[in-house]
């Protein structure tokens, strides 16, 4: 299907993914205890001083690592059915878990009768919309955090995943267009589209996010070439430091950025290496912390950093028993 691109093309040698893909959770996390407790990201360190928030960088972290490794798959499956598959045991088994979590924890706090709760409309609408992502999300369970500083929502976290849900459609097209065998037509998509972009659009995170798959795609594609050096590690640093403090629009940080990453991602430390056997807690960590949060502000952890704590534990747990007793087991069933 790929001409020259084998199964083999897939990165053989060690990669720090897991550790990264851990800490953008935890940068979610900490960006979100922020807006919960305060209803707005005003305070947000780092939004404070770029204009970019720490959830921004994490979910940067997550699409850029994604664009590398669907690429990656799409091509060493063999077929789209086998690509399909594997997406959809990697995605759905633990967010359908996720809502079903949801939906409990808002029965116990639901300010609400009980039948008025189970068979609302909302309710009908967070399970089918969230589980499926292909209606549109739904954030709203009824009479649930109607009084918290960010009110209603329970999920605010689950925003990423259609988008996410559309990035790997468009690999799959445009494998089977055969543009992964043509990666100069990929180069200069992804380099028209940060270019183009802030000229033409006002800022949107759907865009900035493509915008780090794209160019994860393409780093992925051209890793026979890129050389990962500190030299060129401290440069990217430099670049990003500039983009800053001269208010450069944010697409200007894409490559940069990206580049750091993968820098980290294939740096050879063994100590750092060991992380991976450990299993991968990210995505777990991703969807079950937004709702934990909320039902902590609930309870009255209301300071910013007593909550990033506190919910980071318990999303840790959550996340440990999802990625040992759903994910893990449900990837056991992807093709070869």
Same mark, same amino acid.
Not at 14 to 34: E, K, M, Q, W, Y
Not at 75 to 100: D, F, H, Q, T
Not at 102 to 111: A, F, H, K, Q
């Given at each position: 299907?790929? #001409?020259?691109?084998?199964? %083999?093309?897939?990165?053989?040698?060690?990669?720090?993914?897991?550790?990264?893909?851990?800490?953008?959770?935890?940068?979610?996390?900490? &960006?979100?205890?922020?807006?919960?407790?305060?209803?707005?990201?005003?305070?947000?360190? $780092?939004?404070?001083?770029?204009?970019?928030?720490? #959830?921004?960088?994490?979910?940067?972290?997550?699409?850029?690592?994604?664009?590398?490794?669907? %690429? #990656?798959?799409?091509?060493?499956? =063999?077929?789209?059915? @086998?690509?399909?598959?594997?997406?959809?045991?990697?995605?759905?088994?633990?967010?359908?878990?996720?809502?079903?979590?949801?939906?409990?924890? /808002?029965?116990?706090?639901?300010?609400?009768?009980?039948?008025?709760?189970?068979?609302?409309?909302?309710? $009908?609408?967070?399970?089918?919309?969230?589980? %499926?992502?292909?209606?549109?999300?739904?954030? !709203?369970?009824? #009479?649930?955090?109607?009084?918290?500083?960010?009110? !209603?929502?329970?999920? =605010?976290?689950?925003?990423?995943?259609?988008?996410?849900?559309?990035?790997?459609?468009?690999?799959?097209?445009?494998?089977?267009? /055969?543009?992964?065998?043509?990666?100069?037509?990929?180069?200069?998509?992804?380099?028209?589209?940060?270019?183009?972009?802030?000229?033409?659009?006002?800022?949107?995170?759907?865009?900035?996010?493509?915008?780090?798959?794209?160019?994860?795609?393409?780093? *992925?594609?051209?890793?026979?070439?890129?050389?990962?050096?500190?030299?060129?590690?401290?440069?990217?640093?430099?670049?990003?430091?500039?983009?800053? *403090?001269?208010?450069?629009?944010?697409?200007?940080?894409?490559?940069? $950025? %990206?580049?750091?990453?993968?820098?980290?991602?294939? &740096? @050879?430390?063994?100590?750092?290496?060991?992380?991976?056997?450990?299993?991968? *807690?990210?995505? =777990?960590? *991703?969807?079950?912390?937004?709702?934990?949060?909320?039902?902590?502000?609930?309870?009255?952890?209301?300071?910013?950093?007593?909550?990033?704590?506190?919910?980071?534990?318990?999303?840790? $747990?959550?996340?440990?028993?999802?990625?040992?007793?759903?994910?893990?087991?449900?990837? @056991?069933? @992807?093709?070869?």
């Amino acid at each position: 299907m790929q #001409g020259t691109l084998s199964r %083999t093309d897939l990165p053989v040698y060690p990669n720090n993914f897991n550790l990264l893909r851990f800490i953008a959770a935890g940068l979610v996390i900490l &960006s979100h205890s922020f807006p919960l407790t305060r209803g707005n990201n005003d305070t947000e360190p $780092l939004f404070s001083l770029t204009g970019v928030t720490f #959830g921004n960088l994490g979910v940067y972290i997550f699409f850029a690592i994604s664009g590398y490794l669907i %690429t #990656g798959s799409f091509i060493a499956s =063999g077929s789209i059915w @086998k690509y399909a598959l594997k997406r959809a045991l990697r995605i759905y088994p633990a967010l359908i878990a996720a809502v079903v979590f949801c939906i409990v924890l /808002g029965l116990l706090v639901s300010d609400v009768p009980v039948s008025t709760y189970i068979f609302s409309k909302d309710t $009908l609408a967070f399970w089918v919309k969230n589980s %499926t992502l292909l209606l549109g999300l739904h954030y !709203h369970l009824p #009479g649930v955090f109607v009084d918290n500083p960010l009110p !209603h929502v329970v999920n =605010g976290s689950l925003w990423t995943l259609p988008e996410e849900l559309r990035m790997y459609i468009g690999v799959g097209v445009a494998g089977l267009l /055969g543009l992964f065998r043509r990666p100069l037509i990929m180069y200069l998509l992804t380099a028209a589209a940060i270019t183009i972009y802030p000229f033409l659009f006002p800022r949107n995170e759907s865009i900035d996010i493509l915008l780090y798959f794209m160019t994860g795609s393409a780093f *992925y594609l051209s890793r026979h070439v890129i050389q990962y050096r500190m030299v060129f590690f401290f440069l990217a640093i430099v670049m990003i430091i500039c983009s800053i *403090y001269f208010q450069l629009p944010v697409p200007v940080l894409t490559i940069p $950025l %990206t580049y750091c990453i993968f820098y980290l991602a294939f &740096s @050879k430390n063994n100590t750092v290496l060991k992380f991976n056997n450990y299993g991968d *807690y990210s995505y =777990g960590l *991703y969807i079950y912390a937004f709702p934990i949060q909320q039902f902590l502000v609930l309870q009255g952890f209301n300071a910013p950093y007593q909550l990033f704590f506190l919910s980071f534990l318990l999303t840790l $747990l959550a996340a440990f028993c999802s990625w040992h007793l759903i994910e893990k087991k449900a990837l @056991k069933f @992807k093709p070869a």
